[in-house]
C-alpha cells in the first residue's frame, strides 16, 4: 500500500481564489492527502469551498500580526495532530506564522510562493527584512515568474539552488465557456448593455497597477467613442482616493467601479478591450490578468512587466505600450478599434499562448514533483 504524503497549505487574508480551488480539485488524490490551514478574521468564499469538497481544514481567527503569537501555536498543534510532511505556505502573515511553526515542529519541507517582488523593495524598504527571514526560513521557495526569480537571486541574495520556478496555472477553458445569459446578466448589473467599446480593468486601486494612466486615456478616447465604457473591477486599494479624483474627470454615466465580482469568467466576456498597465519592468510579480484576458479572447493592451515579459510579443498576442504613457495607451484602443484583423490576430494568438505555456496541468505536475522531493 502506497502511503500518501501529507501536505498542509496555510494561507492568509484570502476570500476566493481560484488557484487553490484548482489545487483542491486536480492535485493527485493518490500521491497526497490535502488540508488547509486559513489565517482569516471570518468566514470566506474558500472557506465554504473546502467544506463543499470535504477538504480537512482549521480556520485561525487572524485580524493582525498581535495574533501572530497565538496563530503560531495553534499552526503547531494542527501540524502535529496531522502529521503533517510538508508545509505550504502563501502570503506575507501565513508566511511568517507557517513557516516558524513548521520549522518548530520539525517538518523538513517547508515551501512558500512568493508572490511579490519589489513591492517592499520600492513602497515598505523595512519589510524587506522580513522578507530575508522568510526565504531563510524556508526549505524551498516558488518562484511564479523570472522576474520574482531575479529578484530573489540578485536583490535578496538567495541561493537559487533553493528556488522552483513554477507559473500560475489556469483552467483555460472555463475563460471561454461562459452562457451568454451570464454575460448579459453582468452587463446589465453593471450597465453596460449598448455600451462601445467597453474597456475593462481588473486591478486593485495600488500606485502600481497604473490605473491613473488609463484614466486620462479612457477621456480621451470619448472623443472618438462618446459611447465608450470604462469598468473598473477589485475596485478598491490605498490608491482610492487619488483614482477617484480622476474620475471626477469623466461623464458619471461613463465608467462603473465593482469592488468584487465572483464570476470573473463572465465579466471578461462583458469586456471589448482590456487594459492592464503596470508602472514599471520590475513591480508585477505575475500579473495574472495577462493571461486570464487571453485566454478569455479578449484584445489586450499591456505594459511589459512581471510575467508579461516572458511571452507577449507586441502586434502578435497584444499591444505592448511603455510605462506611464496615457496617449500610447488611447492610441492602441483606437488602433484595436479600427482594425478587425488585428483584433483577430490577437485574439487567436493570445489564446494559443496562454495555452502552451500557463495550462493548469503544468502548474499542478510541478507542484506535485517539488512536494515528492526530499528536503
Not at 538567495?158 to 454575460?183: M, P, Q, W
Not at 478598491?236 to 479624483?245: H, R, S
Not at 465608467?255 to 464570476?263: K, L, R, V
Amino acid at each position: 500500500m502506497i502511503t500518501k504524503k501529507r501536505i498542509t497549505y496555510i494561507v492568509s487574508n484570502i476570500n476566493k481564489a481560484l488557484a487553490f480551488e484548482w489545487v483542491v480539485q486536480y492535485l493527485s488524490k493518490d500521491k497526497f492527502e490535502l488540508s488547509f490551514i486559513l489565517l482569516n478574521p471570518g468566514d470566506s468564499v474558500l472557506e465554504r469551498f473546502l467544506i463543499e469538497h470535504k477538504t480537512p481544514f482549521i480556520r485561525i481567527s487572524y485580524h493582525g500580526k498581535k495574533d501572530l503569537p497565538g496563530a503560531i501555536s495553534q499552526i503547531r498543534q494542527f501540524l502535529k495532530k496531522n502529521q503533517t510532511e510538508v508545509v505550504h505556505c502563501h502570503l506575507f502573515d501565513a508566511n511568517v506564522a507557517g513557516l516558524i511553526a513548521a520549522r518548530l515542529t520539525g517538518i523538513k519541507k517547508r515551501i512558500f510562493t512568493r508572490h511579490h517582488a519589489t513591492f517592499h523593495h520600492q513602497y515598505f524598504p523595512r519589510a524587506v527584512w522580513y522578507d530575508r527571514f522568510i526565504n531563510r526560513m524556508a526549505s524551498d521557495i516558488i518562484a511564479i515568474s523570472e522576474n520574482v526569480r531575479h529578484v530573489l537571486i540578485k536583490k535578496e541574495k538567495v541561493n537559487s539552488n533553493k528556488i522552483t520556478l513554477i507559473h500560475h496555472g489556469f483552467e483555460l477553458e472555463k475563460f471561454r465557456e461562459i452562457s451568454e445569459e451570464k454575460v448579459n446578466k453582468l452587463k446589465d448589473r453593471y450597465k453596460t448593455l449598448g455600451k462601445y467599446p467597453v474597456i475593462g480593468v481588473i486591478s486593485r486601486y495600488f500606485e502600481l497597477k497604473g490605473i491613473q494612466y488609463i484614466i486620462p486615456a479612457f477621456k480621451s478616447l470619448l472623443d472618438s467613442y462618446p459611447n465608450a465604457h470604462l469598468v473598473l473591477a477589485n475596485a478598491t486599494g490605498n490608491y482610492k482616493q487619488e483614482i477617484e479624483q480622476l474620475l471626477q474627470t469623466l461623464p458619471p454615466n461613463s465608467y462603473t467601479e465593482i469592488p468584487f465580482e465572483e464570476d470573473l469568467f463572465s465579466l471578461y466576456q462583458t469586456f471589448d478591450i482590456f487594459i492592464h498597465v503596470s508602472i514599471n519592468t520590475d513591480i508585477e510579480a505575475f500579473g495574472q490578468t495577462y493571461v486570464e484576458a487571453l485566454a478569455a479572447g479578449i484584445p489586450s493592451i499591456f505594459t511589459l512587466s512581471g510575467v508579461a515579459a516572458e511571452f507577449i510579443q507586441d502586434g502578435k498576442n497584444a499591444l505592448v505600450v511603455p510605462f506611464k504613457n496615457s496617449d500610447a495607451i488611447t492610441d492602441a484602443c483606437k488602433k484595436i478599434l479600427a482594425d478587425s484583423n488585428l483584433q483577430n490576430t490577437l485574439i487567436e494568438n493570445g489564446i494559443k499562448s496562454v495555452e502552451e505555456q500557463f495550462a493548469l496541468k503544468h502548474m499542478i505536475s510541478k507542484l506535485e514533483s517539488l512536494y515528492l522531493e526530499n528536503s
